[in-house]
């Protein structure tokens, strides 16, 4: 699974929690935020690293996230390859729905909707759902019905995801069964890059082992920086 590239909405949000305000400052829906000019490069930069793998462990399908900073990503580090894949776009890879809570930093979220935090706290951040919008279970839901369909349509096939931070960290739950509790403090203690690879290979007894956790080695041996910029469902809310 790759990560997008740096989006404008990443940008943005750094600069509204760094700044104290209440919102973050973004024109369109979420789901047609676009990539900054660095994310352009670090999703070039992915399909460079494509490029140079050997034919044994290149992908054979490519499932994308509907949103455009998704979407541009694998577009632009697909059109590094020379080699044919199956292209999928698939809604199920889509990024958690915030509801009200949509755009609002971690202060908005505090000061606009106090009892949002305390609902919050009461149920748990795997399994609060804010008003309008998704809980962690939630996304969890519609990825399992994904990963079901890649086993019926493409079992034994290498699979590549190109999509959004959250879904580095349920693909954990659902392919390796991480725990709920310790789900979250993985999620606390690390962070899933822009362009980063998150990898997993499928084991004799049918299980999953993680290979590369969020690796960034193939941005920076070509030149271009990752971005650790965090998306507000993982932190604010």
């Known amino acids: 699974m790759v990560r997008h590239g740096e989006s ?53 399908v490519v499932v994308c996230s509907p949103y455009q900073r998704t979407l541009s990503t694998g577009e632009l580090a697909v059109a590094e ?47 609060y759902r804010p008003p309008g919008g998704e809980s962690w279970a939630d996304v969890a839901l519609r990825l399992r019905s994904l990963l079901t369909d890649l086993e019926r349509r493409h079992r034994g096939q290498r699979v590549l995801l190109f999509a959004h931070e959250m879904t580095a960290y349920l693909l954990r739950y659902l392919l390796e069964g991480v725990p709920e509790k310790e789900l979250l403090t993985v999620a606390h203690s690390t962070v899933v890059a822009n362009g980063s690879v998150t990898s997993w290979v499928r084991e004799d007894d049918g299980g999953f082992r993680m290979e590369h956790e969020h690796a960034t080695e193939h941005l920076r041996e070509r030149d271009v920086p990752p971005t650790e910029s965090e998306d507000a469902e993982t932190e604010s809310v």
């Not at 202060?107 to 949002?116: I, L, Q, S």
Request: hydrophobic letters at 35%; zero cysteines; glycine letters at 8%.
């Open 8 to 60: 404008t909405g990443n940008v943005a949000r750094e600069e509204a929690e760094d700044g104290g305000l209440d919102v973050i400052d973004i024109a369109e829906r979420d789901a047609d935020v676009p990539l900054s000019p660095r994310g352009e490069d670090q999703a070039t930069a992915v399909g460079r690293w494509l490029a140079s793998l050997p034919e044994e462990q290149r992908p054979e």
């Open 81 to 127: 390859i020379d080699y044919e894949t199956v292209w999928v776009v698939d809604e199920r890879l889509r990024d958690r729905e915030l509801g009200v809570l949509d755009l609002l930093t971690a202060r908005g979220v505090a000061n606009r909707f106090p009892d949002e935090l305390v609902r919050k706290e009461r149920l748990g951040k795997f399994y």
